[in-house]
């Protein structure tokens, strides 16, 4: 059964870090694209950053310099180092694991981690 626990969420002022972190199980963690997506209310869930495998990393623009995705493979650990905060960074952070399972793909996803950064 595949399951992603993230951890590390929490309130900041502006300008501060927090650090994600999401364990996965269920064996899929070294054939799956990982990556965390936000989401606050009334909009959709968008993309923050993702790694493959070998370590090749995307990252949305609003975050690039500041944000910084990384695995541990030997532990199914995905992390997000969130440095220089910005208020417009308080959304709900989901863990996500995009699988190619066969021919079928499927994405699952964490129960989600609020991060609140004040002014």
């Known amino acids: 059964q595949v399951q992603l626990v993230e951890s590390g969420g929490g309130s900041v002022q502006a300008g501060g870090s927090l650090k994600l972190s999401c364990v996965a199980s269920?064996?899929?963690?070294?054939?799956?694209?990982m990556g965390w997506y936000r989401q606050t209310p009334g909009k959709e869930r968008t993309v923050v950053s993702t790694i493959i495998s070998d370590g090749t990393t995307t990252y949305d623009d609003a975050v690039k310099g500041r944000f910084s995705i990384s695995r541990a493979n030997e532990n199914n650990t995905l992390s997000l180092q969130m440095n220089s905060l910005k208020t417009e960074d308080t959304a709900v952070y989901y863990c996500a694991a995009d699988c190619l399972i066969g021919v079928v793909r499927r994405t699952f996803w964490g129960q989600g981690t609020q991060v609140t950064v004040s002014s």
């Open positions: 269920g064996g899929i963690f070294n054939i799956c694209v």
